[in-house]
Nanobody, 118 residues
Framework: QVQLQESGPDLVKPSQTLSLTCTVS??????????WNWIRQPPGKGLEWIGY???????YYSPSLKSRTSISRDTSKNQFTLQLTSVTPEDTAVYFCARVGNWLYDYWGQGTQVTVSS
């Protein structure tokens, strides 16, 4: 059974960098053909896809967030990390990590609330 767990600060100040880590157990982040995603849900809004890092290590980002987003991985720890720079209160959301396999979101983390506030 694959499990994903988000971790990171729950409060970030405006203009700073939001950094979250997703720790994966029960499956390797280098296994083909899986893609490891970050998704968020602002309060009162729908889900917004942020980007992914694939099994090969290649990342792809939402065009609307691309200029501020970086997703990397540590294969020795089976983790992947989201960094979102220059945050504003509009980046306040519940952040999820999730796996895509066979074109489906098949495993999700429980989500972590991140608030951007001074």
């Amino acid at each position: 059974q694959v499990q994903l767990q988000e971790s990171g600060p729950d409060l970030v100040k405006p203009s700073q960098t939001l950094s979250l880590t997703c720790t994966v157990s029960g499956g390797s982040i280098t296994a083909n053909p899986y893609y490891w995603n970050w998704i968020r849900q602002p309060p009162g809004k729908g889900l917004e896809w942020i980007g992914y890092i694939g099994y090969s290590g290649i990342s792809y980002y939402s065009p609307s967030l691309k200029s501020r987003t970086s997703i990397s991985r540590d294969t020795s720890k089976n983790q992947f990390t989201l960094q979102l720079t220059s945050v504003t209160p509009e980046d306040t959301a519940v952040y999820f990590c999730a796996r895509v396999g066979n074109w489906l979101y098949d495993y999700w983390g429980q989500g972590t609330q991140v608030t951007v506030s001074s």
